[in-house]
């Protein structure tokens, strides 16, 4: 029976390391909070995870006064980091009033951890700015 204590424990402290690995590695590096801007248009958006070298960022665009099916995110959206600049990758297609969804950046193997998006246009602010230190 002590024989296979030792060889237990190290498998158990193997596989939490690589749990821990695998779970880290693929968020932010902190938690970060929701940011939102309220007008015509209410935007709330969210870091939520870094995996495969694309940034993933959780969005809602909510409004009871325009219809939002003629604002591309991939065009009006930017993400600025480590004095880089890029547009989305993909980005959930707006329609109605009410949407959610996701909208993701390449940054390669950047882990950013201070950045700010902007988003353009959208009803009734010309640039809003949600930004994370």
Same mark, same amino acid.
């Given at each position: 029976m002590k024989k296979l204590i030792i060889p237990i424990t190290v498998l158990l402290v193997l596989g939490?390391?690589?749990?821990?690995?695998?779970?880290l590695g693929n968020k932010p590096a902190k938690s970060y909070d929701t940011k939102t801007s309220q007008g015509e248009a209410t935007i709330d958006i969210?870091?939520?995870?870094?995996?495969n070298g694309k940034f993933v960022f959780s969005i809602a665009l909510n409004t009871h006064s325009v219809s939002? @099916? +003629?604002?591309?995110?991939?065009?009006?959206?930017?993400?600025?980091?480590n004095g880089k600049s890029v547009k989305?990758?993909?980005?959930?297609?707006?329609?109605?009033?009410?949407?959610?969804?996701?909208?993701s950046f390449?940054?390669?193997?950047d882990k950013p @951890? +201070?950045?700010?998006?902007?988003?353009n246009s959208i009803p009734d602010i010309e640039e809003r700015i949600f930004e994370w230190n």
């Open positions: 939490l390391f690589i749990s821990l690995f695998f779970v969210t870091p939520k995870i870094i995996e939002l @099916e +003629n604002y591309n995110l991939m065009e009006l959206t930017t993400l600025n980091y989305p990758i993909s980005a959930l297609k707006l329609a109605g009033h009410h949407n959610n969804g996701e909208i390449d940054v390669g193997n @951890e +201070n950045f700010k998006i902007t988003i």
